[in-house]
Structures are given as C-alpha cells and as structure tokens.
C-alpha cells in the first residue's frame, strides 16, 4: 500500500499568512476554498512530524500535544497553538505522552548500536530523566497507568530492499522498493513492497514482544514468534491489555491480535472469510472497549471500517465508498465520529478522487419495520459512513502519510502533510468557518 498528495490554501490566502513578517501564532492559516474549514499550519521549522495516528501526544489534561522537530522534541500549546522546545537533542526520538502523568517519552539511541536509553521528560519543566535502558529492539508504547513499556525485538534487522541503506530512502524516510516479474519486466512500486514484504515474513526471523517495568526495570516477553511481530499498542485505558499484529502482505497474513501483558489471552479477533480478504491498520477506540480497523472483502474492491467489542464480541462493520477509503482511520474521543486521510490513485482502493481528509458521522442500517431476523444479535451489525470533506489533499505525497488524530476537545485534527513542498503539522478545525 502506497502513500499519497494534500492541499488547502487559495492564492491570496497564502500570500498574506506566508509573507516573512507573519509570524503570530499559529505560523499561518486560511480557509480551505473546497472545504470551508479553517486550516493552520502549527509547525514552524519544516521537517516537524507528529506522531503515528495510534500512538498518543496529548498530555491527559487535553491543553498540550508533543511533536518531533529537527533539533529535538517540541511541545504545542493547544489554545495559543504555540510552539515551545522541550528537549534540544537531534538524537532524542520522541515516542508518545502518558495518559496518566503530564509526560513525554523519548528514545536515545546508543552509540555504534549499544543499549538505547528511555526517557522521561516532564511536558511543564522541561526536566528529564532515564527511566529504562534496552539492549536490542525499540520501545513502541505505555500502558494507561504509566507502569510498563511494551518493546519488539528481532534477532536481525535487515532492510527490506536486498541492498538497500538508509541513504537510499526517500525524503519521507521510506524504502524505494524495486522488484521484478520472472520475465525480467518491473514490478510497480505496490507490487514491489509486496514481494519484499512476503520475503521478510518467510524468512521466519525469531522476534518478541516484551514489556519492561518502569520501576525496577525488568524485562518480561510477552510472546515469542517467528511470525513478523508488529504494530504492538497498549489499551489506552486497561493496563494490562496489548494489541498487535503479525505484519506481511495483508492477503497472506492472519493479521490482528490481542493479548495480556502476562502473555495469556491470546486472541486472533478477525478470520478471513473469503480470499484476498484483507483486515489491518488496526487501533482502539478512545475508551479502549473497541479495535477498530481497515477491512475489505475483498481487497481493493469493497471497503469497511469494521469493529470488534471486547465485552460482547460483537461485530460492527461501516461500509466506506471507495473514494473515501483511508490509509489509516481513526476515532474522536466521544466515540460518535470517525477521521480519515484518503489515498492517492496508486494505493490499494485506486480511488480515482480520494486525495482528501475526511470526517465521518457513522449510521447504523436498522431492521425494516422494526422486524428482527433470527439471531440477529449475533450477526455483524452494518452501517454507513456519512463523509464530510475537511482538507483538500491533491498537492499532498502520499508517501508521507497524514496520521491524523483527533485533539482531546474534538474540535481539531491534527495531521501531516507536504502540500506546501516542505512537511508539516497542520490542524484542521471541524467546524466550518464562518461565512463573512
């Protein structure tokens, strides 16, 4: 799955936000003209990024957001929209915010590939300390209580694309991936990914997922396969609970999973049902009852955001048109809506108008005439998504992705974007500007 483009500004918007001696706060902002929606640039030195779409960078207040910048870490404040440093380190890669304290974790990596470092810096002082140090593999999220990390180790780190270095990636940090058919002819850009994905995944390398205790240090693993273990996530609200999925080319792959910190519990929560179904970029709702995630049945052809209940099992499927498929969806903190980014015309819906954010209000498909069929309550549950456009995207590289994230009052997203040529954090307010 390829990565797609963004715009929102008209001319004579730009021309008055951008001039040299604009420098209020926020850094620059408009009305996007296809939307109607406010749109301002929070970051002020190109090459800002926000974090993963599920990985949290709000502080449990709701009032500040982290984000990584060239010279370190930097922190937003969410009324004034401004910027502040918070750690000046290159090196400090900043992983997300506690749900329980008003803290900031990053990982400094150790030289020539020694033991990482895990730091905690507090989001008002600016004061930090070391809280863990890991020999191998990186730390990928905190529990809701703040008392344990949760790592993924693998016996050997080899790039994807056979030859490949760090310098050989693009400017968004991504893999050139080539390939080619057994007649010589080059494979797409999609097509090559797939290949070098399936090629890591056969290659059965032994990795964990481990958990290390803030307090004392002790690291426990959690599982042990030699399936490509990823995307691992803690319940933004059960300590103990662990979502993460066995990484490869989705068709292939039975992709998500749960488990306790302990290691028991282990559960597959989606089964293929037909072939080139595909299920993934799977998250938790807000209140941690639901995983939420990217399916279609089958792949590139028809497209849900489905769910699973923790509690019931239930299942809760919304259909999505095809140009409102997203690369990554999420969900507003009142449960009641839904974000998402699109895709550009090369990515798995080739959607042939999709280059915009999304927000989705959800509806539910009731029984006609209130008739019920039988068991009914253990069937999957369907529904619509009603799509309002926020961001015109068509200027955006996919290849960067949004990864928006709603802010804890509901009212803005947050997201990436390079329609301006450099990349940036961007806010979009939910609203609609008011009509002068």
């Not at 150790?110 to 004061?127: C, Y």
């Not at 593999?137 to 529990?143: A, D, L, P, T, V």
């Not at 059960?238 to 990484?247: A, N």
């Not at 390079?418 to 939910?430: R, T």
């Amino acid at each position: 799955m390829r990565l797609g483009h963004a715009i929102c500004q008209s001319l004579a918007a730009l021309s008055l936000v951008l001039a040299p001696a604009a420098m209020a706060d926020p850094a620059a902002q408009w009305v996007d003209p296809l939307t109607g929606h406010k749109v301002i640039r929070i970051s002020r030195e190109a090459g800002t990024a926000s974090l993963y779409f599920h990985q949290n960078s709000y502080t449990p207040q709701g009032d500040k957001m982290v984000l990584s910048v060239p010279g370190g870490i930097s922190v937003v404040d969410l009324k004034t929209w401004t910027v502040s440093p918070l750690v000046r380190e290159k090196g400090a890669v900043l992983l997300f915010t506690g749900r329980k304290t008003r803290t900031a974790y990053y990982q400094r990596r150790g030289p020539d590939g020694g033991p990482s470092a895990i730091f905690a810096v507090d989001i008002d002082s600016g004061k930090a300390r070391k809280i863990a140090e890991i020999k191998e593999g990186f730390i990928g999220s905190i529990n809701a209580d703040e008392t344990l990390l949760l790592g993924q180790w693998a016996e050997t780190d080899k790039p994807l694309q056979p030859g490949a270095k760090p310098a050989d990636s693009n400017k968004f940090g991504q893999a050139q991936y080539a390939a080619n058919w057994p007649d010589g002819r080059p494979m797409t850009y999609a097509e090559a990914k797939e290949v070098r994905l399936d090629e890591r995944l056969e290659a059965k390398i032994p990795m964990e997922i481990f958990t290390i205790d803030v307090k004392t240090g002790a690291r426990k693993v959690v599982t042990a396969s030699t399936d490509w273990l990823n995307h691992i996530q803690f319940s933004p609200t059960d300590p103990q609970q662990i979502l993460y999925c066995h990484e490869g080319p989705w068709h292939k792959v039975d992709r998500i999973w749960t488990i306790r910190a302990d290691g028991t519990g282990k559960q597959q929560i989606h089964n293929r049902t037909m072939n080139m179904e595909i299920a993934g970029h799977e998250f938790f709702g807000p209140d941690g009852k639901t995983i939420w995630y990217d399916l279609q049945t089958p792949r590139g052809e028809v497209f849900w955001l489905a769910g699973y209940d923790f509690a019931s099992g239930k299942r809760r499927w919304y259909n999505v048109e095809r140009n409102e498929w997203s690369v990554h969806f999420n969900q507003s903190p009142d449960g009641t809506r839904f974000s998402g980014d699109g895709g550009d015309s090369e990515m798995v819906a080739h959607a042939p108008d999709g280059k915009y954010l999304y927000l989705f209000t959800p509806k539910d498909i009731p029984d006609v005439a209130g008739i019920h069929a039988p068991g009914a309550d253990d069937l999957i549950a369907p529904g619509t998504l009603d799509a309002e456009k926020l961001v015109d995207m068509r200027k955006h590289d996919y290849r960067l992705e949004p990864n928006m994230t709603f802010t804890p009052d509901g009212k803005w997203i947050v997201f990436r974007a390079n329609f301006e040529g450099a990349n940036h954090v961007y806010a979009v307010e939910l609203a609609k500007a008011a009509v002068k």
